[in-house]
């Protein structure tokens, strides 16, 4: 059984979620950054792409002590296994996802990946592989799950997260739209890649909540049904 996929997501007012060099850009501020904390913290697992890791390089970590102090109460990890789909294996193997706090680490690969790379980094993480020339997402989903991961947090970027829609594979979504507008044709959207063309493709959302948060607003919705079949992710 997969696990309930969470997209959680910062964009701008016009939707981007960078700019067009791909820079980083503060959209909320720490309020929303506490929600974030928390869901990671609820979560089994965070998984990004690895155009997200080589843009951003994030830890994943869950940074509220409290939130790592509850965790271990409970008796989990302290911080959610870290994921990321990397079909190839470029991820630099001093990536602060691969150094920073405790904790499993899996990087899905594909079958074309280098072996080389995928011995080397087998010396500190899990290493699945899924899929022949890329991810196959569902197939990496259903082995998380046979790993005991039921609740998965996806953080982007746009071209896992539209693999993951184009599959019927996100359960709901987090968005919070911030009060800038940054522009650009190729600024990186919530869902990069192709698109949809017929209307029978189109992933369908059910708005459950909203509010407002500092100068943004947050949106909460459960995804209905979709009817595209692609399944590979980046």
């Known amino acids: 059984m997969r696990p309930r996929v969470i997209v959680n997501v910062a964009m701008s007012a016009d939707g981007k979620l960078s700019t067009r060099e791909r820079q980083q850009v503060k959209i909320s501020g720490s309020e929303d950054f506490a929600r974030v904390d928390a869901l990671k913290a609820a979560s089994d697992a965070v998984m990004v792409g ?3 890791v080589i843009a951003d390089d994030p830890s994943l970590t869950v940074k509220s002590e409290a939130n790592r102090q509850a965790r271990i109460a409970a008796g989990r990890p302290e911080h959610p296994v870290r994921v990321i789909v990397d079909s190839t294996a470029r991820i630099p193997l001093d990536a602060s996802v691969l150094r920073k706090g405790s904790g499993q680490r899996v990087v899905a690969v594909s079958e074309k990946a280098d072996p080389g790379r995928v011995a080397e980094l087998k010396k500190t993480v899990t290493v699945v592989v899924a899929g022949k020339d890329s991810v196959d997402l569902r197939t990496l989903l259903e082995q998380l799950g046979s790993m005991g991961i039921r609740q998965l947090m996806v953080e982007g970027g746009g071209t896992l997260i539209a693999g993951l829609f184009s599959a019927s594979l996100v359960d709901e979504l987090y968005t919070f739209i911030g009060n800038i507008v940054i522009g650009g044709r190729d600024a990186p ?9 017929r209307d029978s493709e189109f992933a369908r ?12 607003i947050l949106l909460h919705w459960y995804v209905g049904q979709g009817q595209s079949s692609g399944t590979t992710g980046r």
């Open 189 to 197: 959207t919530l869902v990069d890649g192709d698109g949809w063309i």
């Open 50 to 52: 690895i155009g997200t």
């Open 205 to 216: 959302l059910i708005l459950s909540d909203f509010v407002r948060i500092e100068d943004g």
